[in-house]
Structure formats: structure tokens, C-alpha cells
């Protein structure tokens, strides 16, 4: 089946620092990825939705300058997470859309838990 | 605003019950909805699906209803199971790849 992984699972830091979130589609070449983020007891959000070799499409609300999303390949989408702050602190998930696939073939990856210190 | 809402936060039930998970939406241009099933530090994983010209969708003990007028769907599980027990999604989708996740139902399946 389609797997997405995520790199790293947990991450800590400081604040002010920088954090690099990335999500790979491992069996299969994905035109669009998805970045979410999920506070504790609270639904995903969609941050931005990212097409290979273009620019993210932020939802209403999210900062680009603050999370950087690069989709460089068909299988490898990073966000970056600039100048972290305490409130920045979530469960970050990533999913990844097999080319040409319908809304149900919308494979997602364990999820990065950051936690800024 | 909250277009997908799953009011139930958790839900308990018995080995080889049924199981019912709801799911309300206000935004009317949704046209296909989804439940994942979720567990704790993973991914959301597919279940089930149902497009919005239709009103059930059955596979294995997994069926959806949805009930457009109302602007509703469940999902029903039986008989359930406790490795059934996680937390499930309800999404909503408009012509697209964008998903609208609910808020989750935790759902635990007693032996």
C-alpha cells in the first residue's frame, strides 16, 4: 500500500530556533501533499496544501513567512517551522495525494509531534 | 467556524454491538465526505467514503449513511470490535483534495 513517513516522529526545541519537518511518499510519486496540524482533543487543520515545483496554497490564517513549505520532488515535501515559539507547539501531519487519485486516496504520515521549549 | 462538527467527543460500547459515530456539516458545496480512524501518535488512516449523489455506503462492518437534507452522516459499526477503539474523523470534501476534518469521536470498544 501507499506509506508516508515523516521525519523526525518528536521534535523539542528552543524558541526562536528553526525546525525542519519532512514528509516523504515512499512507494509512490505524489503531485500534491498536505500539511495539517492538530492541537490536543481538536480536529486537523489544513495549513497548506503544496504542489510539486510550485508554490504552497496557504488557508486563511497561516502564516507562509512563518512556515516555509518546500515540494522540491513528486516524493518529498519539507515545512519549516521559522522562529518557533511555545505557541507553535502541535501535532504537525502531513499527507500525500497519489497523482491523479480522488479525495480518498489521500495517504497521511504518522504526524511530528514539535514541542518549543 | 466549525463547518464539520462531531459532537460526540467519545462514545463506549460493548463487544459485538453496534456503533454509531455522527457527523454534522453546514457547508452545503460539500460533495464527499470521509472517516478515518486514527490512533494515538499515527496518521489518520481511510476507512469508508460516500459521495454525495448517494445515501449508504457499505464495506465489511464499516456502512456510512448520509442524509443530505439534514446535512448528516454516520457511521456505523458492527459488530464492534476493541481493536475498533481509537478516534475517528469525519472529513468533508468540495470538488477537490481539500479536507474539512471534524473534531474526532474517541470511540472505545469494552471486551
Known amino acids: 500500500g501507499a506509506v508516508v513517513s515523516q521525519h523526525p516522529s518528536w521534535v523539542i526545541c528552543k524558541s526562536g530556533t528553526s525546525v525542519k519537518i519532512e514528509c516523504r511518499s515512499l512507494?509512490?510519486?505524489?503531485?500534491?501533499m498536505f500539511w495539517y496540524r492538530q492541537f490536543p482533543k481538536q480536529s486537523l487543520m489544513l495549513m497548506a496544501t503544496?504542489?510539486?515545483?510550485?508554490?504552497?496554497?496557504?488557508e486563511q490564517g497561516v502564516e507562509k513567512d512563518k512556515f516555509l513549505i518546500n515540494h522540491a520532488s513528486l516524493t518529498l515535501s519539507t515545512l519549516t517551522v521559522t522562529s518557533a515559539h511555545p505557541e507553535d507547539s502541535s501535532f504537525y501531519i502531513c499527507?500525500?495525494?497519489?497523482?491523479?487519485?480522488?479525495?480518498?486516496?489521500?495517504?497521511f504520515g504518522p504526524g511530528t509531534r514539535l514541542t518549543v521549549l | 467556524d466549525q463547518q464539520v462538527k462531531q459532537n460526540s467527543p467519545s462514545l463506549s460500547v460493548q463487544e459485538g454491538r453496534i456503533s454509531i459515530l455522527n457527523c454534522d456539516y453546514t457547508?452545503?458545496?460539500?460533495?464527499?465526505f470521509l472517516w478515518y480512524k486514527k490512533y494515538p501518535a499515527e496518521g489518520p488512516t481511510f476507512l469508508i467514503s460516500?459521495?454525495?449523489?448517494?445515501d449508504k455506503n457499505e464495506d465489511g462492518r464499516f456502512t456510512v449513511f448520509l442524509n443530505k437534507s439534514a446535512k448528516h452522516l454516520s457511521l456505523h459499526i458492527v459488530p464492534s470490535q476493541p481493536g475498533d477503539s481509537a478516534v475517528y474523523f469525519c472529513?468533508?470534501?468540495?470538488?477537490?483534495?481539500?479536507?474539512?476534518f471534524g473534531e474526532g469521536t474517541q470511540l472505545t470498544v469494552n471486551p
Open positions: 499527507s500525500a495525494s497519489l497523482s491523479g487519485g480522488g479525495t480518498d486516496t489521500q495517504y
Open positions: 512507494d509512490f510519486q505524489a503531485t500534491t
Open positions: 503544496s504542489n510539486e515545483g510550485s508554490k504552497a496554497t496557504y
Open positions: 457547508n452545503s458545496m460539500f460533495d464527499y
Open positions: 460516500i459521495s454525495s449523489i448517494k
Open positions: 472529513a468533508a470534501s468540495d470538488r477537490g483534495s481539500r479536507l474539512t
